[in-house]
């Protein structure tokens, strides 16, 4: 099976702009989680899809959303991009039931200038 | 929310034994992951704990006491290529948290 792909690898913009990621995961995992990896704040949770809803999210402003389509494709965007938005974007795929491993994809490193 | 520690950074010799701690507290847990992430790459699942005892793998095993809010990995016959941050995540209620990794150095 192959596994999870993330476009694009690197991204590079300036800030107030916007930005779009892409994530199709794992063939059959219906959950797509998004991930944000910071030096300083570690691995932080931005929210999870299943079946084309958003069924959990962290605690993160309202300029990151996200979305599923039928496909289990998943997108997140950042709106008005910070500087502090600099970081790797991973999504991970699950089949999604509670006790469900995660894998994750390669990432989407973005760096806002 | 969770709780999540873990050492932040252990060091090891070539054919050694590393066990990383890792405790936490939340409520409605699911159950205890811990992922390998080498530098540059994205994190690779090890294992998984939802019940209290010990599952082993290969080189790399982990225990779970729930009671305690308390897992560890052990990783036996250590290789060069085990040098890598080491993450503890929680799951519960669909979601999964994540400790700030402890990086383990092998060394020759």
């Known amino acids: 099976k192959a596994g999870v792909t993330q476009t694009p690898r690197y991204l590079i913009k300036t800030r107030g702009q916007q930005v779009t990621l892409s994530c199709s995961p794992i063939?059959?995992?219906?959950?797509v989680s998004w991930y944000q990896q910071t030096p300083g704040q570690g691995l932080q949770f931005l929210f999870e899809?299943?079946?084309?809803?958003?069924?959990n999210k962290g605690n993160f402003p309202g300029r990151f959303s996200g979305r599923q389509f039928s496909n289990s494709r998943s997108e997140m965007n950042v709106s008005t991009l910070e500087l502090g938005d600099s970081a790797l974007y991973l999504c991970?795929?699950?089949?999604?039931?509670?006790?469900?491993?995660?894998?994750f994809g390669p990432g989407t490193r973005l760096l806002v200038l | 929310g969770q709780n999540i520690d873990q050492p932040t950074e252990m060091t090891a010799t070539e054919g050694a034994i590393v066990q990383i701690n890792c405790t936490y507290q939340?409520?409605?847990?699911?159950?205890l992951f811990w992922y390998q992430q080498h530098a540059g790459e994205a994190p690779t699942f090890l294992s998984y704990?939802?019940?209290?005892g010990l599952e082993e793998k290969g080189r790399f095993s982990s225990f779970l006491s729930r009671s305690k809010g308390y897992s560890y990995l052990l990783l036996k016959e250590l290789q060069m290529k085990d040098s890598a941050s080491y993450l503890c995540?929680?799951?519960?209620?669909?979601?999964?948290?994540f400790g700030a990794g402890t990086t383990v150095t092998v060394r020759a």
């Open positions: 991970a795929s699950s089949a999604g039931g509670p006790q469900e491993t995660q894998y």
């Open positions: 063939s059959g995992h219906r959950s």
């Open positions: 899809y299943f079946s084309e809803t958003q069924r």
């Open positions: 939340t409520s409605g847990f699911n159950g």
């Open positions: 704990n939802v019940l209290d």
């Open positions: 995540a929680v799951r519960a209620d669909y979601k999964l948290s």
